[in-house]
């Protein structure tokens, strides 16, 4: 069964730590994209790669980069974490090419608190 | 912008009956769409999806609607059963670009 994995589940940081969300996916997919959520504002793009070392700003990048290192992996740093980054964060990814759907697959999600 | 828009927050429906969750675009180069439904503390999962050529898709007690002049989609559930209680998302996608989804409408069956 194909995965995304998102390293932790629940996190609790402290203002103005540095940050690391890790997703690992095993589906040999290209695109991998990095959402927050939050409630009546939906799935908001942080950002996302279309394949490795490749990084594009989404909707909302302020306060956050990305690493693509390895095709499998694509991290989401908070450089200085803040308070209104409190968020769920979720890590997706899909296979590019003909034949293919269009839809993501989701890791689970990592709930995040910035104290 | 907003291009894709769920303008119902929340739907209460009773257990048996029909739920209809709405969703309205405003990119006529949004080809493929699909939803999402997702529980608390996870991740969404693909529900059912449509393409532009078609304007209906059925999947066992789920049915999306696409109504491409009106730039509305809807999807139905029937009957609506307890379990489906969570937040749907629709989506839309042009020429196989990144998925843009809609503020999710957080559905809530009563036995």
């Known amino acids: 069964d194909v995965k995304v994995t998102q390293s932790s589940r629940y996190l609790v940081k402290r203002t103005g730590e540095k940050v690391f969300l890790e997703c690992v996916q095993d589906?040999?997919?290209?695109?991998m994209f990095w959402y927050r959520q939050d409630p009546g504002l939906g799935l908001r793009l942080i950002y996302f790669?279309?394949?490795?070392?490749?990084?594009e700003k989404g909707d909302i990048p302020e306060g956050y980069s990305v690493s693509r290192e390895k095709k499998e992996r694509f991290s989401l740093i908070l450089e200085s974490a803040s308070t209104n980054q409190t968020s769920m964060y979720l890590c997706?990814?899909?296979?590019?090419?003909?034949?293919?759907?269009?839809?993501?697959?989701f890791g689970s999600g990592t709930r995040l608190t910035v104290v | 912008d907003q291009q894709v828009k769920q303008n119902s927050p929340s739907l209460s429906v009773q257990e048996g009956r029909i739920s209809i969750l709405n969703c309205d675009y405003t990119?006529?180069?949004?080809?493929?769409f699909l939803w999402y439904k997702k529980y608390p503390a996870e991740g969404p999962t693909f529900l059912i999806s449509?393409?532009?050529?078609?304007d209906k898709n059925e999947d066992g007690r789920f049915t999306v609607f696409l109504n491409k002049s009106a730039k509305h989609l809807s999807l139905h559930i029937v009957p609506s059963q307890p379990g489906d209680s969570a937040v749907y998302f629709c989506?839309?996608?042009?020429?196989?670009?990144?998925?843009?989804f809609g503020q999710g409408t957080e559905l809530s069956v009563k036995p």
């Open positions: 997706a990814s899909r296979r590019t090419g003909t034949g293919f759907p269009y839809g993501y697959t």
């Open positions: 989506a839309a996608s042009a020429q196989g670009g990144k998925l843009i």
């Open positions: 449509i393409s532009s050529i078609k």
């Open positions: 990119n006529s180069m949004f080809d493929y």
């Open positions: 790669s279309y394949d490795v070392k490749m990084k």
């Open positions: 589906m040999d997919h290209e695109n």
